[in-house]
C-alpha cells in the first residue's frame, strides 16, 4: 500500500471519473468502490484507483468544494504524440490553461482543467522516463505565494525517506507577482515524487479540501506524529482531516481504513463511520471498540 495518496473531492462523478481517466493511461483501473452511509452528506461513495501503477482515492460527497488549479497532476509523457492524445481526451468539456504547444521548458506541453475541474499538466521531455508518470504539483498563490520553498523544507524535515531536488528561481521580471520565488521545485516525501511552484500571476484560487493528500499511518504513534506536525488551523480539523501552515489538506488516517468497510459487516461499517465522524484526530482504540460494538 502507497504511504502517500493523492485525493479528489467530487460533487457526484467519483466513480465517473475514475472511469475515465483510467482509460488514459495503461496499468489503470478500478481497484474497489464502497459507501459511506448516514455522513454529513447523505450517503458518499468511495473509489480507489489506479493509473499508471499509482494509486488514487476520491469520494462523492455533495459540491462542498471545487477543483482549481492549487494542484495539479503533471504526467510525464515519452513523445510529443502522448502529449497530444492524452489532450485530446482531457480538453473535451474542459478549459486551457496554458495552450498545448512548445515552450522553453518543453518541446510539447499543455495546462488544462478537464470536465470535471481537475488541473493536468501534461508535458514530454526527452531522456529516461521518469519512475513515477504521475506527480502532483503545488501552485503557491495569494498569501502563501512566495512560500513555496519553505513548505518543501518543511515538508522534508517532517516525512522520513524524503529528499529535495532541483530548485528553480524566476529571473528577473519572469513573474508578474512581486512574491513569487520558485519556478520549479522537485521533491518527495516517503519516496513519493511531487514538485512545487510559486504562482507568476496573481489569482483568487487557494488550496482547499478538493484536492488533498492522505498519509497511511502503521499505527496511532505515528497518526499522533503527523497530527502534531502538520495540523496547523484547527477549526479544519475532522474525521481525519487537517490543514497545514501553507493550506495543504491532508487526511491522517490509518493504513487498513478500508478493510471494514470492504470486508466488515454492513453493521462494523456503520458503527466505524458514527464514531469517526464525531473524530478529529482518528483514535484507533476508539474506533476498534466500535467495530466491535462495545
Same mark, same amino acid.
Given at each position: 500500500?502507497?504511504?502517500?495518496?493523492?485525493?479528489?473531492?467530487?460533487?457526484?462523478?467519483?466513480?465517473?471519473?475514475? =472511469?475515465?481517466?483510467?482509460?488514459?493511461?495503461?496499468?489503470?483501473?478500478?481497484?474497489?468502490?464502497?459507501? #459511506?452511509?448516514?455522513?454529513?452528506?447523505?450517503?458518499?461513495?468511495?473509489?480507489?484507483?489506479?493509473?499508471?501503477?499509482?494509486?488514487? /482515492?476520491?469520494?462523492?460527497?455533495?459540491?462542498?468544494?471545487?477543483?482549481?488549479?492549487?494542484?495539479?497532476?503533471?504526467?510525464?509523457? =515519452?513523445?510529443?504524440?502522448?502529449?497530444?492524445?492524452?489532450?485530446?481526451?482531457?480538453?473535451? $468539456? $474542459?478549459?486551457?490553461?496554458?495552450?498545448?504547444? =512548445? &515552450? @522553453?521548458?518543453?518541446? +510539447?506541453?499543455?495546462?488544462?482543467?478537464?470536465?470535471?475541474? #481537475?488541473?493536468?499538466?501534461?508535458?514530454?521531455?526527452?531522456?529516461? /522516463?521518469?519512475?513515477?508518470? %504521475?506527480? @502532483?504539483?503545488?501552485?503557491?498563490?495569494?498569501?502563501?505565494?512566495?512560500?513555496?520553498?519553505?513548505? %518543501?523544507?518543511?515538508?522534508?524535515?517532517?516525512?522520513? *525517506?524524503?529528499?529535495? !531536488?532541483?530548485?528553480?528561481?524566476?529571473?528577473? $521580471?519572469?513573474?508578474?507577482?512581486?512574491?513569487?520565488?520558485?519556478?520549479?521545485?522537485?521533491?518527495?516525501?516517503? $519516496? &513519493?515524487?511531487?514538485?512545487?511552484?510559486?504562482?507568476?500571476?496573481?489569482?483568487?484560487?487557494?488550496?482547499?479540501?478538493?484536492?488533498?493528500? %492522505?498519509?497511511?499511518?502503521?499505527?496511532?504513534?505515528?497518526?499522533? &506524529?503527523?497530527? *502534531?506536525?502538520?495540523?496547523?488551523?484547527?477549526?479544519?480539523?475532522?474525521?481525519?482531516?487537517?490543514?497545514?501552515?501553507?493550506?495543504?489538506?491532508?487526511?491522517?488516517?490509518?493504513?487498513?481504513? !478500508?478493510?471494514?468497510?470492504?470486508?466488515?459487516?454492513?453493521?462494523?461499517?456503520? +458503527?466505524?463511520?458514527?464514531?469517526?465522524?464525531?473524530?478529529?484526530?482518528?483514535?484507533? /482504540?476508539?474506533? *476498534?471498540?466500535? +467495530?466491535?460494538?462495545?
Amino acid at each position: 500500500m502507497s504511504k502517500i495518496v493523492p485525493h479528489l473531492w467530487f460533487d457526484k462523478e467519483a466513480k465517473e471519473a475514475a =472511469e475515465f481517466y483510467i482509460t488514459l493511461f495503461e496499468n489503470s483501473k478500478i481497484l474497489n468502490t464502497f459507501v #459511506l452511509g448516514e455522513t454529513p452528506s447523505g450517503d458518499s461513495e468511495i473509489v480507489n484507483f489506479q493509473l499508471a501503477g499509482q494509486t488514487f /482515492a476520491s469520494i462523492s460527497a455533495g459540491p462542498y468544494f471545487k477543483f482549481n488549479p492549487s494542484i495539479s497532476l503533471m504526467v510525464h509523457c =515519452e513523445s510529443p504524440e502522448e502529449v497530444d492524445s492524452k489532450w485530446e481526451k482531457l480538453i473535451q $468539456g $474542459g478549459t486551457a490553461l496554458m495552450e498545448l504547444g =512548445e &515552450y @522553453p521548458f518543453s518541446k +510539447r506541453y499543455g495546462w488544462l482543467q478537464d470536465q470535471y475541474g #481537475l488541473s493536468w499538466q501534461l508535458m514530454y521531455a526527452e531522456g529516461p /522516463a521518469p519512475a513515477q508518470k %504521475i506527480v @502532483p504539483n503545488f501552485l503557491f498563490s495569494n498569501e502563501v505565494c512566495g512560500r513555496a520553498e519553505d513548505a %518543501i523544507k518543511y515538508y522534508t524535515e517532517v516525512f522520513p *525517506e524524503s529528499k529535495t !531536488g532541483l530548485i528553480s528561481k524566476y529571473q528577473e $521580471g519572469e513573474a508578474h507577482s512581486p512574491k513569487a520565488k520558485v519556478n520549479y521545485a522537485a521533491f518527495s516525501l516517503l $519516496g &513519493y515524487e511531487m514538485t512545487a511552484m510559486d504562482n507568476a500571476y496573481d489569482t483568487d484560487f487557494n488550496f482547499n479540501e478538493a484536492f488533498s493528500i %492522505i498519509v497511511n499511518c502503521a499505527d496511532q504513534s505515528e497518526i499522533d &506524529y503527523y497530527w *502534531e506536525k502538520l495540523s496547523a488551523v484547527p477549526e479544519a480539523e475532522q474525521c481525519g482531516w487537517l490543514k497545514d501552515r501553507f493550506g495543504v489538506s491532508w487526511q491522517i488516517v490509518p493504513e487498513n481504513m !478500508g478493510e471494514v468497510f470492504l470486508k466488515g459487516t454492513k453493521e462494523e461499517a456503520r +458503527r466505524v463511520t458514527e464514531a469517526f465522524l464525531k473524530m478529529k484526530k482518528f483514535d484507533l /482504540a476508539e474506533l *476498534e471498540r466500535a +467495530r466491535l460494538g462495545k
